[in-house]
């Protein structure tokens, strides 16, 4: 009666294991789907769908393109208005249903003002003109950009041209309405049917709505690519200016004018295809505009729906690996992920519903080897209890028989030996990975042959920080390459035996970034090679301090004692030659060399304040940190009637946020240090420039002075503390030479760099680069 009961409970206790993995999993599989997650597998599927559900290209819809022959025959771009009308007049004299305008003309030509009546004429007599608005942003705020007054007023309809990028750089999506809750702007493809006369309840006209109380994006769309590369006609701009075009090329067809020329205009990445490329935003309304017309939308599946559609793939497979033989499972789960695919496809095809399968398919590569693990431990649980109950009815057996006791004596000693040195090992391989894991500093076991047999946490982070693999099989000599003698510059080789065994067993060296590290290597004592112990203590910071002890030393030692001696020279001096100093000459020297003093210290305490204290981050805005340090800068650039003022080009605080994550205090002085510093070495009368520009991932903070310049050997020792270079050629000019070091210090604290050109008598540029803050957009910045 044991036995029974013993089985039934095991497969009981096996099924409730079963149902509580099956139920994690579904709950992980909930969750990711109410996520969109994975996104790469998400949107690759829905691209591929995309792709083999492609429609067919309307006839009817043509694209007159400012492509490089354009280019090359009309001029340089802009071109001159009177020359967009004239294209306008070539396009309408066709009469197209309706014709749009991929063009902002959101500010008046200065130059040629009689043009902007041209246009505005030339668009008024065509009477089906759709023109774009784009989107202004300064700091958090949007705003649209309407064509200018005359333009808009004589314009059909007014659509926004907006598409959403999605994580990977990828156009999927745009709104089908965008702006103002009082009045948002349709999409252009939507103002294309407006103005060839179609009703849509998103038409909007020309008119501008009224100030709203927060900004809007309605009806999201996905594109409907359609097949092909380029799947609508296409003529040259500098053709319909020459009337080499058929005469009914856009005769009842919707024409759209844009930009495809190289550098020219907005371009995107498509989604995955065969033939993937960038394309031009004036295609992608066209791609827009074919779907509104034939009215082959594509939305995206609920969360909800997405979810349900994962779980019930995942329950199929769930039930057909728990009820069928391991291939039939196997088999099974293939179906239902094709299964899935195909319903996908059928769905975007027919209804024009866009799944998310990742989560599902994500569930189906887990399910199987989940399953095999499980089936496997079960097996492995029942192999150990049978060898228990072995081990516990031959320490039981009180007789011992003649038939089979030698061999029941020589199993029972080997299955103690096997478990007696199975403990052993066990234990000391767990003592050496814990101490192993424990030691702070990078740490190899090294076999025979080089190769690292064992490493530490921090090998890990060793390894990580030079591009490397931590896992799998790594060689010594890779992990270690580069690795030198600081003392004579030898490069240190891992690559055999004999070059290990020749190791120092102390040493200190430098990596390929010039780490300076201690290299400890100790060979393990065995009557055969046995492999190495190599560890890497890390210098850095004990040569950095010492660095610093010195500086400080030599500080205190000359520099700062220097000005004190100078005053109990100048107090002897007059007691003993009182008429040769006036009291009032004697207290102004005293005065002047008290505060040189002041300033050593002042400079040394801030340098080592911002090379230890610990810096309160926060969002900032740089243009109001320089603009406060030109203020701080004012009086001491009056004196010596220097003009301080912004570079040509720098950016508006008023257009845009100059965002930075930083230390306010440590900023701010570095500012004024760098100001202080181009005033203090220019003649009087010049001028000093300062301001920000954007260099892509940072903010380029420049100042730019006419002073004395240095030559490249002063450039190299620039940012040497206690470092002067015109102390001879201008030793009126008080310092130490703590500033530029300062500078230096905090731009590198902030994970920026510094760069410097100069040319003798003609001047510096100092260019401190610092990182943007997390989210700023750089399209929105405008240098």
């Given amino acids: 009666m044991a036995a029974p009961s013993f089985s039934l409970s095991r497969t009981q206790l096996r099924w409730l294991e079963w149902l509580l993995l099956s139920a994690l999993l579904l709950g992980l599989v909930a969750w990711a789907s109410l996520r969109e997650q994975p996104r790469i597998i998400n949107t690759f599927v829905q691209d591929v769908t995309g792709w083999l559900s492609a429609p067919e290209p309307r006839d009817d819809i043509a694209i007159v393109a400012i492509d490089d022959a354009s ?7 802009p071109w001159r208005r009177a020359v967009h009308a004239q294209l306008i007049d070539r396009i309408a004299a066709q009469r197209p249903k309706a014709l749009g305008v991929d063009v902002l003309f959101s500010e008046p030509d200065r130059q040629h003002p009689e043009d902007d009546a ?9 009477g089906n003109v759709v023109l774009p608005v784009d989107w202004r942003m300064a700091s958090v705020d949007i705003g649209a950009e309407l064509p200018l007054a005359s333009l808009r007023n004589a ?5 926004h041209v907006n598409v959403t990028v999605d994580d990977d750089g990828v156009i999927r999506r745009y709104f089908g309405a965008q702006g103002e809750n009082t009045g948002p702007w349709p999409h252009f493809s939507i103002a294309m049917l407006c103005a060839s006369g179609q009703s849509h309840r998103l038409c909007q006209g020309t008119r501008p709505p009224e100030p709203g109380e927060q900004w809007e994006q309605r009806s999201p769309e996905i594109f409907n690519f359609a097949k092909g590369d380029r799947p609508y006609a296409m003529y040259s701009a500098e053709d319909v200016l020459t009337g080499r075009i058929p005469e009914d090329a856009f005769r009842g067809k919707y024409v759209l004018l844009g930009a495809t020329a190289s550098g020219l205009g907005d371009y995107f990445a498509s989604p995955a295809r065969p033939s993937s490329r960038h394309i031009a935003g004036v295609e992608l309304i066209a791609h ?7 009215g082959q939308h594509v939305h995206a599946a609920s969360l909800r729906g997405n979810m349900a559609i994962n779980l019930v793939a995942i329950v199929l497979a769930l039930m057909a690996i728990a009820m069928l033989g391991p291939m039939a499972g196997l088999l099974a789960q293939i179906m239902v992920a094709v299964g899935l695919l195909a319903l996908c496809l059928a769905l975007r095809s027919w209804v024009g519903l866009q799944l998310a399968p990742g989560a599902a398919l994500v569930g189906l590569l887990v399910i199987y080897p989940i399953w095999s693990w499980r089936r496997l431990s079960a097996a492995a649980q029942f192999l150990q209890q049978e060898m228990h109950n072995l081990r516990a009815a031959l320490d039981t057996t009180s007789a011992p028989q003649r038939n089979g006791m030698l061999m029941d004596d020589f199993l029972e000693r080997r299955i103690k030996a096997v478990e007696t040195a199975t403990d052993t090992l066990r234990q000391m391989h767990g003592f050496v990975r814990d101490t192993l894991r424990q030691i702070p500093s990078p740490t190899f076991v090294v076999d025979p042959l080089g190769m690292v047999s064992l490493h530490n946490a921090a090998a890990d982070s060793y390894l990580h920080n030079l591009g490397m693999p931590s896992q799998g099989l790594i060689a010594i000599q890779s992990a270690l390459n580069g690795m030198r003698l600081k003392a004579s510059g030898q490069v240190l080789s891992f690559a055999s035996a004999e070059q290990l065994r020749t190791l120092p067993a102390e040493c200190e060296v430098l990596d390929r970034e010039d780490h300076a590290w201690l290299l400890l290597a100790e060979a393990f004592r065995a009557p055969a090679p046995a492999g190495w112990l190599l560890m890497l203590v890390d210098l850095t910071e004990l040569h950095k301090a010492q660095q610093q002890r010195d500086q400080a030393l030599r500080f205190i030692s000359h520099d700062f004692r220097s000005p004190q001696a100078s005053i109990i020279t100048l107090l002897e001096m007059y007691k003993e030659f009182p008429g040769q100093m006036s009291e009032a000459e004697l207290h102004q020297k005293i005065n002047r060399l008290a505060q040189q003093s002041l300033e050593m210290a002042e400079s040394f305490v801030q340098l080592a304040s911002a090379q230890s204290q610990a810096m309160q981050r926060q969002l900032l805005n740089l243009d109001v940190l320089l603009q406060e340090a030109v203020d701080d800068c004012w009086a001491k650039a009056s004196e010596k009637k220097i003009q301080v003022r912004y570079l040509p080009g720098a950016l508006e605080a008023a257009e845009t946020d100059i965002a930075c994550v930083g230390d306010r205090s440590l900023l701010q002085r570095c500012f004024v240090n760098l100001l202080s510093n181009a005033i203090k070495y220019s003649p009087s009368g010049t001028v000093v420039e300062a301001g920000i520009a954007d260099d892509g991932d940072y903010w380029l903070v420049e100042v730019r002075d006419q002073g004395f310049g240095m030559t490249q050997e002063q450039l190299d020792k620039l940012f040497q503390p206690f470092h002067r270079f015109h102390q001879n050629s201008q030793p009126q000019i008080a310092g130490i030479g703590l500033g530029l ?43």
Avoid at 71 to 77: A, E, M, P, T
Avoid at 118 to 126: E, K, R, S, V
């Fill in 71 to 77: 280019l090359q025959s009309v001029g340089r771009w």
């Fill in 118 to 126: 041209q246009l505005a004429q030339a668009i008024a007599q065509a």
């Fill in 155 to 159: 314009a059909r309809q007014l659509g």
């Fill in 288 to 294: 827009a505009l074919d779907s509104q017309l034939s």
């Fill in 741 to 783: 070091s300062f500078v230096q210090t905090v731009v590198l604290r902030h994970q920026g760099f510094v760069r410097v050109t100069s040319e003798v008598n003609e001047g510096s540029c100092f260019s401190l680069h610092l990182p943007k803050a997390p989210g700023t957009q750089p399209e929105l910045t405008q240098p």
